[in-house]
């Protein structure tokens, strides 16, 4: 059965924090980055869609998806988001590269996902450029 990216997604980024959560409620909430609906459509190798993290927070995507033969990844992306003129967004970049999480033979219900990291390329509000977070994306029924 090959990946299927085309659909929504729920998204997580997270800060690369390697300290233990240890039980504590407030240090996990502070590791989440980002949250939000990926909705992707993929056609003739370029995927498309957006992120919505809600209250008008929207980021566009584009980039090319790549085929991977010969391995346990059957397809890597790089998406580009570009904040939405008129929302709170606009003048935002972030680059995502991704690829489907490993699909284990005896696995058991497994919910596809996909898995990678996210580069803000663009400063705004404060924040400088080059920041990355991991991030893991839920495929939704």
């Known amino acids: 059965m090959s990946f299927q990216l085309q659909g929504r997604w729920t998204y997580r980024s997270y800060r690369n924090d390697a300290a233990l959560v240890a039980g504590n409620e407030q240090k996990a909430l502070q590791d989440i980055f980002g949250e939000g609906i990926f909705t992707l459509a993929v056609s003739n190798g370029k995927v ?13 995507l584009s980039g090319p998806v790549v085929p991977v033969s010969g391995g346990e990844v059957q397809i890597a992306f790089t998406i580009i988001g570009t904040g939405r003129s008129g929302t709170p967004t606009a003048g935002w970049e972030y680059d995502y590269h991704g690829t489907d999480a490993f699909t284990w033979p005896k696995g058991i219900d497994q919910v596809p996902a996909i898995v990678g990291s996210v580069l803000r390329a663009k400063p705004h509000n404060g924040s400088p450029a080059g920041y990355v977070a991991s991030f893991i994306a839920i495929k939704r029924a």
Do not use: E, I, R
């Not at 498309?48 to 927070?57: N, V």
């Open 48 to 60: 498309t869609g957006a992120l919505d993290m809600g209250s008008g927070y929207v980021l566009d």
